[in-house]
């Protein structure tokens, strides 16, 4: 039974998590998984991908 | 410290960045990769380089090269790297000059001497370095030569730019100069010889940004003064002026650092092009390597591994999973959901992981060893007769792997019109994730021609993007016409590692997606084939989904697919075309691929497959591509129309093909 609760809140919990993920993604376009969004300067200066070497 | 890294389009900057920060940014053999910047932090230096768009002059034609001009007027840096075409130095020196101006320290890399060795061409880099009065080194940025050299020439090089004053433009321009430069004075750290020169060039960003700081009608009776002065004179307008006297220095230093040999034969690259871009066989030639390609995608190559991958998640994996839930007591329900949603959801796409792969490898290939910016040559003819120009079909291609980017790429067209019609047409390129469900239907209906059916598919894409760019051009869009101008990059042949990482960014997001959306909706999906009216674990055909797709099946009866099963699964396909898979993975629940294939044979026929097909093609774009269509047109009217006039374009085409196909006696 403790199984099943499990299971069933993980398998939900991550779908809900992933669907709502997707559809804010997919709405705001590119920016929303920028890393420097907060530092955005407008559109004409994206900086939308921040490489670090690692 | 941060390194700004300058250049004209395609002279290897993304190449150069990737090998000196390490970093694997995706590199494109044709103009107009970057059209944003990037950064990345250099090896073991406490520096970081940015990476910017490449552009003929700081002066900007299009929205991507605006980007550069705005970065040099907003944002700081300490130093500029410039690199520069060896074959090509002449063209490459108009932006070094600019650079100059600037007053910035610079380094230059001079790249692709090998390329320009083999056409003839040495480059004297001491003796540049000499006349520039700045650090210039060469380098092979694709493997990689000259890179440690160049990286530690910038980060140790001095502070301080170069005081060396090439170009007098003259009394009236140099007086402007020094009045600017007192009307500025402390007010920008921006040097006020550039701002000055790029003001009378026509800059419009240096216009706006100086009536900021001086005031508009300062600026416009300075400009007023020396375009009279300068016309009094030369009878030339400031703009040619400024651009001849740089060009007469150009001159006098390309003398002097080009040396060219005699001796070469002509490159291979030329008795290529006369074959590839001839008049009656470029296209041809493009079909044909399309058709190879969708062979090995679907039949030679992609299909047995596609089938050896299906093996395994319906046999093994499965047996794995249902071996732990039995271990773990799991319930019915979670029984359920694991395996008739889930694993039927997410493998159902995943299965399509190598086909998918295999054609982005090609796709790459294409790009890589230089033949996709001939293809956009060849296309060129065509995309004329429509009032675009192959500059357009750069977009188009980048949309074949997913309409996102190919929608974003539209920055680099110049004229308002034409971007605006690239965008609304990029998302009639087939992009990868319709592949999965061309490739189960071909595997079921279409086995003796499958590479056949897919290519016709982009062609129809290509076709029906040429007729509606003419239909829109004619009647919403008017407007000026750009010229196109693009630039043969030399044939090569691709290295492996660039060409697994271009193929590794454009399918991973394909994977990602599996693990994450395309998890939740098989989810959803299911729980809506589970639940109905009538309570849970009801019979699918009266469950919630089999409601919902039924509300639309009515609509689809004429094009040939009017069952809710098919409602259901186009409905999904508006938030990823994948999800079109995962759907009738779980609706029509069977073990494995094969079995789905015998299952849709009986659901539906061939015609009504290609119509099916073709309406996937077309019916509309994904929640991303339009989200992207509204950000980069900031017009909720175009976007609406890219959404309506792209499902009324699909519903007609079905039409034909449907109620044609069965007079004809196809069914």
């Known amino acids: 039974m403790l199984a099943n609760i499990l299971l069933g809140s993980i398998i939900f919990g991550y779908a809900g998590f992933s669907f709502y993920k997707h559809i804010q993604k997919s709405r705001q376009g590119k920016c929303a998984a920028c890393a420097v969004k907060n530092a955005c300067k407008g559109e004409a200066v994206c900086t939308s991908q921040v490489t670090d070497n690692k | 410290m941060e390194i700004a890294l300058f250049g004209n389009p395609n002279t290897g900057k993304t190449s150069l960045f990737n090998s000196l920060t390490g970093s694997y940014e995706y590199i494109g053999n044709w103009s107009g990769v970057t059209v944003e910047k990037k950064i990345g932090a250099f090896k073991q230096k406490a520096a970081r380089l940015i990476d910017l768009p490449g552009i003929y002059s700081l002066n900007p034609l299009s929205k991507d090269e605006g980007v550069v001009t705005q970065f040099v007027l907003h944002e700081s840096y300490d130093k500029i790297l410039n690199i520069i075409d060896a074959s090509q130095i002449e063209r490459n020196l108009h932006l070094t000059l600019q650079l100059l101006e600037l007053g ?184 044909s390597l399309m058709y190879v390609m969708f062979m090995l995608t679907f039949d030679w190559l992609g299909f047995p591994l596609s089938d050896l991958l299906d093996g395994f998640i319906t046999g093994p994996l499965t047996n794995l999973i249902e071996g732990l839930l039995g271990l773990v007591g799991a319930s019915k329900f979670i029984h359920a959901i694991v395996l008739d949603g889930i694993v039927a959801g997410v493998g159902g796409v995943l299965v399509f992981v190598p086909q998918i792969f295999i054609l982005f490898f090609f796709i790459s290939l294409l790009e890589d060893s230089g033949y996709m910016a001939r293809v956009a040559l060849v296309m060129d003819r065509m995309m004329e007769l429509v009032g675009l120009n192959g500059k357009a079909f750069i977009p188009m291609m980048i949309g074949f792997g997913c309409n996102v980017p190919g929608v974003m790429a539209a920055r680099t067209i110049e004229t308002p019109k034409e971007r605006l019609l690239t965008i609304l047409l990029t998302p009639l390129m087939s992009c990868s994730a319709r592949l999965p469900v061309y490739a189960l239907f071909v595997g079921a209906f279409f086995v003796e021609h499958k590479a056949f059916i897919v290519l016709s598919l982009y062609v129809i894409g290509i076709i029906v993007a ?202």
């Open chain 2, 466 to 667: 040429l007729v509606v760019a003419k239909v829109f051009s004619k009647t919403l869009l008017n407007g000026e016409t750009s010229l196109f101008v693009i630039e043969l990059p030399p044939y090569r042949l691709p290295q492996f590692q660039t060409l697994w990482r271009s193929t590794w960014d454009k399918g991973k997001g394909f994977i990602r997606k599996a693990g994450t959306f395309i998890f939740a909706g098989s989810v959803l999906i299911w729980l809506l084939s589970y639940a109905g009216p009538a309570g849970v674990n009801v019979n699918m055909d009266d469950s919630f989904l089999a409601m919902i797709g039924g509300l639309f099946a009515p609509l689809f009866t004429p094009i040939g697919f009017g069952s809710w099963q098919a409602g259901a699964s186009l409905l999904t396909g508006f938030l990823a075309k994948e999800a079109i898979i995962s759907t009738m993975n779980i609706i029509y629940f069977v073990p494995d691929e094969s079995s789905l294939q015998g299952l849709l044979a009986t659901s539906y026929s061939p015609l009504a497959a290609y119509s099916f097909m073709l309406f996937i093609l077309l019916y509309i774009p994904c929640l991303a591509t339009v989200a992207t269509i509204r950000k980069e047109t900031a017009s909720r009217k175009w976007t609406i129309i890219s959404i309506v006039y792209a499902f009324v374009v699909a519903y007609v085409l079905c039409l034909l093909v449907y109620q044609v196909g069965k007079l004809l006696g196809f069914s």
């Open chain 2, 104 to 287: 910035k320290p610079i380094v230059i890399g001079v790249n692709m001497v090998d390329v320009a060795s083999k056409r003839g061409i040495e480059v004297h880099t001491e003796k540049l370095e000499k006349i520039l009065g700045i650090p210039v080194t060469s380098v092979i940025a694709r493997s990689g030569k000259g890179c440690d050299v160049l990286a530690e020439m910038v980060t140790a090089s001095s502070n301080v730019g170069s005081n060396k004053s090439l170009i007098n433009y003259g009394k009236e321009i140099e007086e402007t100069i020094l009045h600017i430069s007192q009307l500025v004075e402390e007010k920008t750290k921006i040097s006020s010889r550039w701002l000055t020169l790029q003001l009378l060039e026509g800059n419009e960003y240096v216009k706006k940004y100086l009536n900021d700081l001086v005031g508009e009608e300062k600026i416009n009776l300075i400009i007023e003064k020396v375009e009279q002065n300068i016309f009094q004179v030369s009878a030339k307008t400031v703009e040619t002026f400024i651009y001849q006297t740089r060009r007469e220095v150009i001159t006098s230093i390309a003398e002097k650092v080009i040396v060219k040999r005699k001796d070469t034969h002509p490159p291979f690259s030329e008795k290529m092009d006369a074959l590839v871009t001839n008049k009656w066989l470029g296209i041809p030639i493009f079909l």
